[in-house]
């Protein structure tokens, strides 16, 4: 009777091992497909919030009280770099912007002093 039995556990457990084996085999074939098919995460296109702080900084600080002698297209340089930075501090933490929609004059220097302050609640010192 021994037999029989010998020969049931041996081929389960032959079974089993073949199953490990295809399992294996299933799994990696699977993830080489998902890897291929699904789009890689999303990698930051900029620089770091932490060079952009410091860049705003540095920026801001040559915006609001130039070196005595500054040209105007030296200053509206200076100004258009600000703003290009406070638009990718506001893409890198999800503020919304409608700087780069305003013409010059007023109503941008308005728009300019909202986003600074969106930023500022976001978590972003500018000072």
């Not at 021994?2 to 079974?15: F, K, N, Q, S």
């Not at 009280?65 to 030296?74: C, L, N, S």
């Not at 290009?84 to 933490?93: E, I, R, S, W």
């Not at 700087?99 to 220097?109: A, F, K, Q, Y």
């Amino acid at each position: 009777m021994t037999g029989p039995v010998d020969a049931l556990l041996l081929a389960v457990l032959l079974g089993a091992g073949a199953a490990v084996v295809w399992y294996d085999r299933v799994r990696r074939a699977w993830r080489r497909v998902h890897d291929r098919v699904s789009p890689p995460p999303p990698t930051p296109d900029g620089p770091a919030i932490e060079d952009l702080a410091r860049s705003l900084r540095r920026v801001r600080a040559e915006v609001l009280a130039p070196a005595p002698g500054t040209t105007m297209a030296r200053r509206r340089g200076t100004r258009a770099a600000y703003e290009d930075l406070l638009l990718q501090a506001a893409v890198c933490l999800g503020v919304p912007d409608t700087l780069s929609e305003v013409p010059e004059g007023t109503d941008r220097e308005a728009e300019r002093l909202r986003l600074e302050h969106l930023l500022r609640e976001a978590g972003l010192s500018l000072d």
